[in-house]
């Protein structure tokens, strides 16, 4: 409906990015120099897994739930993997339940693999992870275990309660000495 402004700030063959609700810094400009525009993806180099597939029984007890009933310490990894938005008792019924009608929960459970890795960078693809859940699914979800508990989340009480601890120290009131009087 409009002519273009002739001059819009921008160089004539870059145009600002769309809008996507992801904020720019000022460090990290989408225009840093003439020419095409480019976008900085800051990715962390992957990183190794803090214990290995086969170090099941450095914990024992988790060991043995994760092979005779799996479905608690998937529903404990996936409370947090997702941030508290699914529930421990939630997510270890619907892994049940998977289990029960086509046997295969481990094509369930290998997505929550692919989403530790990435919030924590590390090593290992989607394809390695799927192969990992169906050839050895108490081992895989042994080593997923460890790693959040060696992250310092206590698995056993779940997102909100491991977010109130974290938050514990920064949020208390000052102490009040004295009365508050004027």
Request: glycine share 8%.
């Amino acid at each position: 409906m409009y002519p273009p402004k002739p001059d819009s700030g921008y160089p004539p063959a870059m145009a600002p990015p769309p809008t996507t609700g992801i904020p720019i810094s000022s460090t990290n400009q989408f225009y840093a120099q003439p020419g095409p525009a480019t976008f900085h993806v800051h990715s962390q180099a992957p990183v190794p897994w803090s214990t290995g597939l086969c170090h099941c029984f450095d914990d024992c007890s988790n060991c043995c739930i994760s092979c005779f009933c799996p479905c608690i310490t998937f529903g404990r990894i996936a409370e947090i993997v997702d941030k508290g938005s699914s529930s421990c008792g939630a997510s270890g019924a619907l892994y049940a339940l998977i289990f029960c009608v086509t046997a295969c929960s481990c094509l369930y459970s290998c997505f929550y693999r692919t989403k530790l890795r990435a919030q924590y960078s590390l090593r290992g693809s989607p394809c390695t992870d799927c192969l990992v859940h169906c050839f050895c699914e108490p081992c895989a979800l042994c080593q997923e275990y460890r790693e959040l508990k060696r992250r310092g989340f206590d698995m056993t009480v779940g997102w909100h309660a491991n977010m109130e601890r974290q938050g514990q120290a920064a949020t208390l009131p000052p102490a009040i000495h004295g009365d508050m009087s004027r």
